[in-house]
């Protein structure tokens, strides 16, 4: 996959950096990386679809929506409990930080993990757009495997949500999987079993880790218990 680089995107990125859309079509880019509205987004270079970018704030997942209604969410419910006084929720696999929104929402604090570049930026300029605290949501680009082994303040959660196969059925949801599907593909069955024993050794409370409904578990590992949705469930690893 080749991606094309806008004038404007922060400095650093892996890609090709392109002149423009035309320039992106002629190097062969699949996808360019760009400014869209003042947000870093992603799309297909000549393509009718609209450009994917962080966001945080509107539709269902903005961080802002209110502790009651967000508390029905399964996700929050296979978090568990909130500790009185505030507890630490790591996303492992944060993505496009739609889950942490839901977490963060919930009163929970959380640290998001991404170790792909061009997401790890585009999930920082979401959060900027926001206007998030970084004592709600802090951003930090990093293996999740190596940072949880070495993590010393242990986090009441942790939460995993890795790559799998096309999952969902909407063209919107499909389009949106493809494009970051290129970006991170999805991983071995080591990285995978890594990732969860890490995480196993790293949550003081529970592991959460999200499948499509009818994926197998991850790793091979059987969960405490799960809570089913209508095409994901989420599998909860009690570890303490
Ligand atoms: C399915 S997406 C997560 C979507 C996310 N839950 C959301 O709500 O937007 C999986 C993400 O996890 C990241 N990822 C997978 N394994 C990782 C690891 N070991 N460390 C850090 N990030 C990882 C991938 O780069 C990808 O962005």
Redesign the pocket.
Known sequence: MLLGLLPGVPAGLPGTPVADEQAALAAGCSLVLGVRDDALSLWRPGGPEAPLRVDLTFGRTGYRVAPERVRHEKLVRAAGALPEGGGTVID?????????AILAAAGWQVIL????PV?HAMLADGLRRAGVPAGRMALVQ????GWLATATEKPEVVYL???FPQREKSAAVKKELAW?QQL?PV?SSE?EAG?LAAALACARKRVVV?RPLRAPVLAGRTPSHQLTGKTVRFDVYVTG
């Open positions: 492992a696999t944060a993505g496009l930080g739609r889950d942490a993990l991404e170790r792909q997401l990093a293996d999740a495997t949500d890795p790559m970051v991170a991983d990285g990732l999200k």
